[in-house]
Nanobody, 127 residues
Framework: VQLQASGGGLVQAGDSLRLSCAAS????????MGWFRQAPGKEREFVAG???????AYYAEPVRGRFIISKNNANTVTLQMHRLKPEDTAVYYC??????????????????????WGKGTLVTVSS
């Protein structure tokens, strides 16, 4: 399985940006997918995740209310980011984990429990 992330760039504070992640190699309908980010000098942290069916989403507190994650089909997930802040500056990574059930989001509590990772895409928010 390969995950290909796209959509990063340089924006100003308050702007919006959309990230996309496309998976190839197998159908990921049983996989929850999500985004993590890593700022310089910091550990990789969870941002948002969506269940395999796309029916439920889970967000980290710093982005709740500003970011929206969607699973468009079995193999594509997008992250719509609004009201971006300089502290959102980071490399954003797409990830997938084979998990179902109502507690799927537990897998996303750590960056060490993902089955697949994409290469990151840089998001820079200037003040």
């Amino acid at each position: 399985v390969q995950l290909q992330a796209s959509g990063g760039g340089l924006v100003q504070a308050g702007d919006s940006l959309r990230l996309s992640c496309a998976a190839s190699g197998r159908t990921l309908n049983r996989y929850a997918m999500g985004w993590f980010r890593q700022a310089p000098g910091k550990e990789r942290e969870f941002v948002a995740g969506v269940s395999g069916t796309g029916g439920s989403a889970y967000y980290a507190e710093p982005v709740r209310g500003r970011f929206i994650i969607s699973k468009n089909n079995a193999n594509t997930v997008t992250l719509q980011m609004h009201r971006l802040k300089p502290e959102d500056t980071a490399v954003y990574y797409c990830a997938a984990a084979e998990v179902d059930g109502s507690s799927w989001f537990v897998r996303f509590s750590t960056a060490h429990d993902m089955d697949y990772w994409g290469k990151g895409t840089l998001v820079t928010v200037s003040s």
